[in-house]
């Protein structure tokens, strides 16, 4: 009854519902991916279109990426994701190469992990939690005034980097340093008008970056603060000074991402996004070994 194939652009349009937007056209153009292999296989129930699993595989080393997984809400509880990851585990074993998979735990998330687990993945875990606040009712919080830049400390906006300056924060050599601080990680998202560079005299000491995918939502991405320069307060009064400048930006919500073993942001963010009572999402990833 089950049939799963692998699909090429000029076969997968009928399985364009059952990925995101965004994919969808990268689901049916055969010169989409110069930089990996695409990878949609279908699912078919008598012949008719039911699910699909999607999933980029680079040419470098790095794991496949599992970007979506879909079964028709009618067809489910019937083992076709089970099915499409058997699939996905063989094509992998082709290849000799690992997946990994990252979701928000929304949805009936407690499905696709009951698959994952049937299918061999690595028990999925917690990688960062969103914390979704309205900017206006948070505005009134006495820590967004409360923490204060010490003297000779100052602030500069985006727009006012030089490039030599973004590329050289882009390449530290520090503990705890990764791709997530990185500031020239989704430059063009990036919004100018409340992401800082802090500055000691004139050498970069930190930054907090807010990226603006949405019109009316802004991602509070990364507070960094070098290693010389930690345990004096400067990451607090640094996304105190971000806070102040979101109600000039026009959206509405913020959302604030923290990395799950970033225990110190964590229990700051407890205390500090309490009373603005935000909605917190967690962000889970697992990983296939061959």
């Excluded at 930089?35 to 279908?42: D, H, P, T, V, Y």
């Excluded at 680079?58 to 058997?86: C, E, H, K, W, Y």
């Excluded at 507070?223 to 105190?240: C, F, K, P, T, V």
Aim: net charge positive; glycine share 6%; aromatic share 10%.
């Amino acid at each position: 009854m089950i049939e799963i194939v692998h699909l090429e652009p000029e076969t997968a349009g009928p399985y364009q519902p059952f990925t995101y937007r965004s994919y969808r056209d990268w689901l049916v153009r055969p010169d989409a991916d110069p930089e990996g292999q695409k990878l949609a296989l279908g699912a078919r129930w008598t012949g008719h279109p039911v699910g699909l699993l999607l999933a980029h595989s680079p040419a470098r080393d790095d794991p496949a990426r599992v970007l979506s997984v879909f079964v028709d809400g009618r067809f489910r509880n019937r083992g076709i994701g089970t099915a499409l990851m058997q699939e996905l585990k063989a094509h992998l074993h082709r290849i000799k190469k690992r997946a990994c998979i990252e979701y928000y735990a929304l949805n009936q998330y407690e499905a696709l992990e009951r698959v994952l687990v049937k299918s061999g993945w690595q028990p999925p875990a917690v990688y960062s939690r969103f914390y979704r606040c309205d900017i206006f009712a948070g505005m009134p919080s006495p820590w967004i005034r409360r923490f204060k830049l010490p003297a000779r400390f100052r602030v500069v906006p985006w727009s006012e980097l030089r490039q030599n300056e973004l590329a050289l924060m882009n390449t530290l050599q520090e503990q705890d340093f990764n791709d997530y601080f990185m500031p020239l990680q989704k430059e063009s998202i990036i919004d100018r008008s409340c992401s800082l560079a802090l500055k000691l005299d004139e050498q970069i000491v930190g930054w907090s970056i807010v990226d603006r995918e949405l019109t009316d939502t802004l991602l509070y991405r990364a507070l960094y603060i070098r290693e010389a320069y930690r345990d004096q307060g400067l990451g607090l009064a640094l996304a105190a000074q971000s806070a102040q400048r979101l109600g000039r930006t026009g959206a509405t919500h913020t959302v604030i991402q923290i990395l799950d073993k970033n225990m110190r942001m964590r229990k700051v963010a407890e205390r500090l996004l309490a009373p603005m009572q935000p909605t917190v999402t967690a962000y889970k990833t697992a990983l296939l070994e061959l």
